[in-house]
């Protein structure tokens, strides 16, 4: 009987990248223990199946022919040991709201796509840490080190990739049991907007809005050839590339080789060199992919990274996420949308209006303001539609959970209030009220461009 999947032995996909430069890579300080954790992650079952994966390309192909519109959030870095199913629920559930709304507001089927079951390691701007003259190796993700400010818990420790792969393993099997549960679909979504919409400070607004999204249906990915309510899609950065090349598997019945560790994984904006082992190993797997861009980047550096990771052009394959900061986003983002255009090349264009946007704060924590986040993604819209191009989605950095991370909008959350429930173990997350603050608003926005009589209307 041929296996559905072979283990990645020397196949291009998994070593190819090994004799490249590669970024933001841990210094393990013990060879044989990462030759043991990687030895072990070959060995193991795929977490996603190739199936699932093409799923998600032809989902992020209506996206790109501007057919659907894609809902792209999870936590900054998921924490090994912070892990419960409430919290994954909450975070779940407002993916599905976010979706509600946006669907709405579109006119479109939606994709839903979480940072979840495997978001476990982060880029860091320096290798390490100085506290009170004490230096450490910087935090990066728990698939590397800890987060407490330690020499033990600072050591890289690459058994931790296979900590991680079991958690994920655990997500996925609990995400998958709700998405065909009574939980999924429209009307426990509704339910929490007319939840949300009675406690607002905008309640009068908002409670109207909520009555027209009702009225319209939902609008989150029925109709023909489109999925179930619960359809769910999980995504990562795909940083550790010790980790993503022992999950490799090729698929017997194609010959493909796909990343089984979630079904779209994504090339940061400080690891997407041309000539670096990302790029390499991204250009072989057959997922749908996608690359954060930063103001930085030219149309001339840009096309040939398309080309690369895209070589036959297919609709799905490739999802630029722009993530320019609100002062820039109208500054910087046309050229390359017109560039990318004339070129015609098949991308799906998104909004990440939270990386561009992190700053300071007089407690010393991390965090955003919500109306920079709210002003970006309109600066988003506002570019695309102007050159009759398509906003494909947004990607946020966001929790069910009810978090002081981020201050402003209709929550109402001030500087002095980020200590009380400051969670995040790297960038500060939209808590729930924030993230639905910021679809309604927008919505909001597309309301007063709608023609009469349009249910929910694409801007």
């Not at 994966?53 to 936590?75: I, P, T, Y």
């Not at 009702?214 to 950065?237: C, N, Q, V, Y």
């Not at 023609?451 to 801007?459: F, I, Q, R, S």
Request: hydrophobic share 40%; charged share 20%.
């Amino acid at each position: 009987m041929t296996p559905l999947l072979d283990l990645p032995h020397a196949h291009a996909a998994g070593t190819g990248w090994r004799s490249l430069p590669a970024g933001q890579q841990p210094a393990w300080p013990d060879p044989d223990a990462l030759d043991a954790a990687v030895h072990t992650l070959t060995g193991s079952l795929p977490l996603v199946m190739p199936r699932e994966c093409d799923l998600l390309k032809s989902r992020l192909a209506a996206v790109a022919r501007g057919e659907a519109f894609l809902v792209q959030g999870g936590d900054c870095a998921e924490a090994l040991d912070a892990v419960g199913a409430p919290s994954i629920g909450r975070s779940v559930g407002t993916l599905q709201q976010l979706a509600t709304v946006f669907g709405y507001m579109m006119s479109l089927p939606v994709v839903t796509v979480a940072r979840m079951a495997g978001q476990y390691a982060k880029p860091r701007s320096s290798d390490t840490e100085i506290r009170r003259g004490v230096e450490l190796p910087a935090y990066r993700g728990d698939a590397v080190n800890g987060h407490a400010f330690t020499a033990a818990a600072r050591t890289p420790d690459p058994h931790r990739m296979v900590r991680v792969y079991h958690q994920s393993a655990a997500v996925l099997n609990l995400v998958r049991a709700w998405g065909g549960g009574e939980l999924s679909g429209v009307e426990p979504a509704l339910a929490a907007l007319r939840k949300f919409a009675a406690t607002a400070p905008e309640r009068e607004r908002y409670e109207a809005l909520t009555d027209r999204i009702e009225r319209a249906g939902g609008f989150i990915g029925t109709g023909d050839g489109w999925h179930t309510p619960g359809e769910l899609f999980m995504s990562h950065e795909g940083l550790l590339l010790d980790y993503e090349s022992a999950l490799t598997r090729v698929d017997a019945s194609t010959g493909h080789p796909y990343a089984t560790s979630g079904h779209l994984l994504w090339i940061g904006e400080r690891t997407r060199r041309l000539d670096g082992a990302h790029v390499e190993y991204f250009s072989r797997i057959s997922n749908p992919i996608a690359v954060k861009i930063g103001p930085g980047v030219t149309a001339d550096e840009l096309l040939p990274l398309i080309d690369r990771l895209s070589p036959h052009n297919d609709p799905g394959r490739l999802t630029l996420v722009a993530r320019m900061g609100a002062e820039r986003v109208r500054r910087v983002l046309p050229a390359l949308v017109e560039r990318v255009t004339a070129e015609g090349r098949a991308v799906a264009w998104v909004c990440d209006p939270m990386h561009g946007n992190t700053i300071g704060s007089p407690s010393g924590h991390k965090t955003r303001r919500f109306d920079d986040i709210l002003d970006e993604t309109g600066g988003f819209f506002e570019v695309l539609l102007g050159l009759g191009a398509h906003p494909g989605g947004v990607h946020l950095e966001l929790t069910g959970d009810d978090v002081t991370e981020c201050v402003g909008g209709g929550c109402g959350v001030g500087f002095d209030d980020l200590p009380e429930r400051y969670r995040s173990v790297c960038d500060p997350r939209l808590n729930w009220h924030q993230s639905l603050d910021l679809a309604y608003r927008l919505a909001e926005g597309a309301d007063l461009l709608r023609p009469p009589g349009l249910p929910g209307a694409a801007l």
